[in-house]
Nanobody, 117 residues
Framework: QVQLVESGGGLVEPGGSLRLSCEFS????????MDWYRQGPGEQRELVAR???????NYADSVKGRFTISRDNAKNTVYLQMNSLKPEDTAVYYC???????????WGQGTQVTVSS
């Protein structure tokens, strides 16, 4: 059974930075596409960034140039470096793992990011 544990959220002023981490365990990390989603107050959950097993990445237009997703296959961890944060980035951020072999996906518990002065 896959387990995902997020960390790194918190309160930051506009223009600041945070790095989220998601530790993966339970199966072979290389079989999974790793995603970061977010859900703001009263909003639907949206895909923020994706990294595939080979390191290829995709980003939502709203975060391009400010956020960077990466994965460390030796540590079974995926990161989301968030720079130039804006109040509209305030949300609960979720890590998700998609098994490319069977299509099952797994979710972490979420970590709160609040951007406010």
């Amino acid at each position: 059974q896959v387990q995902l544990v997020e960390s790194g959220g918190g309160l930051v002023e506009p223009g600041g930075s945070l790095r989220l981490s998601c530790e993966f365990s339970g199966m072979v990390f290389a079989f999974f596409v790793m995603d970061w989603y977010r859900q703001g107050p009263g909003e639907q959950r949206e895909l923020v960034a994706r990294v595939n097993a080979g390191g290829g990445t995709n980003y939502a237009d709203s975060v391009k140039g400010r956020f960077t997703i990466s994965r460390d296959n030796a540590k079974n961890t995926v990161y989301l470096q968030m720079n130039s944060l804006k109040p509209e980035d305030t949300a609960v951020y979720y890590c998700s793992a998609l098994n490319v072999r069977d299509g099952f996906d797994y979710w972490g518990q979420g970590t709160q990011v609040t951007v406010s002065s």
